[in-house]
């Protein structure tokens, strides 16, 4: 049961360059959502989604796309990489609307020089 | 704007001391208070808190909610360095997403 997986777990980018993270998910969850974790600051929200074809903005979503075509799968796209964005990025689902506990991805660790 | 907010930021201990950390929340249509304790990779969850007055346990952590005053604390005692991490709290509401705290991070020094 792999639960939530996210891939890749490191990447080193270029300033402007683009890349995608991936989330997947096996446990039929509705509610995905993808959070930045920098040193000081908690987890902030970036993109959430409740269901296949349903997206919305959190707390920072600028420079960040999303798009959830299918119940398992919810990537985040870096349109032109920033070096703010270096950051520790973490995926998470929700079984229930925010009144069950959030599964998380292990984590993937972006440096943008 | 929905908002969690935890004290201390920081806190550092001797093995054996009983610690408490604090979370306050302004969350629309509240319906959850959960806590995480992260270590070096991903948040792993400890409780989540949806009635006031109610405590939880699980070994020496304890939590408990008051919905009146908007707030949660985290009891931990007999502390161990296994104990040092961030602990997080994170509150759910209508809008369907967790709001996270800045975190509190814990070190138990032996």
């Known amino acids: 049961n792999a639960g939530v997986t996210q891939t890749p777990k490191f990447q080193v980018l270029k300033t402007g360059q683009s890349m995608t993270l991936q989330c997947a998910q096996d446990?039929?969850?509705?509610?995905m959502s993808w959070y930045r974790q920098d040193p000081g600051m908690g987890l902030r929200l970036i993109h959430y989604s409740v269901g296949a074809g349903i997206t919305d903005q959190g707390e920072v979503p600028n420079g960040y796309n999303v798009s959830r075509s299918t119940t398992e799968d919810f990537p985040l796209r870096l349109l032109s990489a920033a070096p703010s964005q270096t950051s520790v990025y973490f995926c998470?689902?929700?079984?229930?609307?925010?009144?069950?506990?959030?599964?998380f991805g292990q984590g993937t660790r972006l440096t943008v020089v | 704007e929905d908002k969690v907010v935890q004290s201390p930021l920081s806190l550092v201990v001797h093995e054996g001391d009983t610690v408490t950390l604090n979370c306050s929340y302004e969350v629309t249509n509240f319906r959850s208070l959960l806590w995480y304790k992260q270590e070096k990779k991903a948040p792993t969850f400890l409780f989540m808190l949806?009635?006031?007055?109610i405590e939880k346990k699980s070994g020496r952590l304890s939590s408990i909610l008051d919905k009146k005053e908007l707030f949660s604390i985290l009891n931990i005692t007999a502390t161990q360095t296994g104990d040092s991490a961030i602990y997080l709290c994170?509150?759910?509401?209508?809008?369907?997403?967790?709001?996270f705290g800045k975190g509190t991070k814990l070190t138990v020094n032996p």
């Open positions: 446990m039929n969850h509705e509610y």
């Open positions: 949806t009635s006031s007055g």
């Open positions: 998470a689902t929700l079984m229930a609307p925010a009144n069950t506990e959030a599964f």
């Open positions: 994170a509150g759910g509401g209508g809008s369907e997403k967790l709001v």
